[in-house]
């Protein structure tokens, strides 16, 4: 499986994003996918996740601002992200899970400031 995410870039406090996430490869083997970030001298955390069933999750900091979705026809993973906050400044990372490894895209930056 391969992954490519694109839409980060920079935004005022208060604006929004749209990240997305394009798989390739053996995309019947995927069982979840979900957003991650790392800020500067953080831990990488799980922003958001979402099953092959639809069922959804998300981190207590992003809940009500943002949104995973995908398109099972362009095999697209998507986070909408409004009322950013600088917090929301760091890499975002797409990921992809199978019953035996996990798959990782290139990072996107999104920086949020004035």
């Known amino acids: 499986v391969q992954l490519q995410a694109s839409g980060g870039g920079w935004v005022q406090p208060g604006g929004w994003l749209r990240l997305s996430c394009a798989a390739s490869g053996n995309i019947s083997s995927i069982i979840a996918m979900g957003w991650y970030r790392q800020a500067p001298g953080k831990r990488r955390e799980l922003v958001a996740a979402i099953n092959s069933g639809g069922s959804t999750s998300y981190a207590e900091s992003v809940k009500g601002r943002f949104t995973i979705s995908r398109d099972n026809a362009k095999n697209t993973l998507y986070l909408q992200m409004n009322s950013l906050k600088p917090e929301d400044t760091a890499v975002y990372l797409c990921?992809?899970?199978?019953?035996?490894?996990?798959?990782w895209g290139q990072g996107t930056l999104v920086t949020v400031s004035s």
């Open positions: 990921s992809a899970s199978t019953y035996y490894v996990n798959y």
